[in-house]
């Protein structure tokens, strides 16, 4: 099994909401990371969690919160978000870390209002 | 500073017409190159990773190549199923920000 899942799907929410994306593994990878994508530019990488340890790229505002309850699970937790959050969120995992190819789930298509 | 550079940024092909897809940085030690596709709403589909100058990687239609500054993904004989945006990413070592990916290759193949 080489799938990742994510849920929602799709997701609207309005400035003031809070809400969670889930992301899930099966594969029995170490590392699990949180990618945003707008229209027509490459992923850009948000946090990573490599053996329960939190890496940040540091351009990402307070408003995204990850949390690794597991090695297999991965959430995004938002809120406050702006209009311009609007975009595809993609979770990823890999065997242990970065020198491994990563797996990417389908992704949530956030539109913020 | 660390770039990943991509070109073309579009590319049409005719099927059966090959090509090549370029991917040059000027990351300062390379630890992975990898080349991913992706199609339209989907996330990115892994194709290749790359180590070291010199190696090559071959799966059905594509081979990616590795040298000390570029990377190539060759396409032999495209069929339109090959017609998506192909993006390279490359790690230099330590945490989130040691992964740049590149803005990508759009191609589309015509039948």
């Known amino acids: 099994d080489t799938e990742v899942t994510q849920t929602p799907k799709h997701l609207v929410m309005g400035m003031t909401n809070k809400k969670s994306l889930k992301c899930e593994q099966h594969?029995?990878?170490?590392?699990m990371y949180w990618y945003k994508q707008k229209a027509k530019k490459p992923p850009e990488l948000m946090f990573v969690y490599s053996y329960e340890k939190l890496s940040i790229n540091e351009s990402v505002p307070s408003r995204f919160s990850p949390e690794c309850p597991n090695s297999s699970l991965l959430n995004l937790h938002l809120h406050a978000l702006q209009p311009e959050d609007s975009a595809l969120y993609l979770c990823a995992s890999s065997q242990d870390g970065f020198r491994d190819e990563q797996y990417f789930g389908p992704g949530t298509r956030l539109t913020v209002t | 500073e660390d770039q990943v550079t991509q070109s073309p940024e579009a590319l049409r092909l005719q099927e059966g017409e090959s090509s090549s897809l370029n991917c040059s940085y000027t990351v300062s030690g390379l630890r992975g190159l990898f080349w991913y596709r992706q199609d339209p709403g989907k996330g990115p589909e892994f194709l290749f990773t790359l180590y070291s100058a010199g190696e090559e990687k071959e799966k059905e239609r594509l081979k990616a190549t590795l040298t000390k500054k570029e990377s190539f993904l060759h396409i032999t004989a495209p069929k339109p199923e090959d017609s998506a945006t192909y993006l390279c990413?490359?790690?230099?070592?330590?945490?989130?920000?040691?992964?740049?990916f590149g803005k990508g290759t759009h191609l589309i193949i015509q039948p």
């Open positions: 990413a490359v790690y230099k070592g330590g945490g989130a920000d040691g992964l740049t």
């Open positions: 594969m029995g990878h170490r590392a």
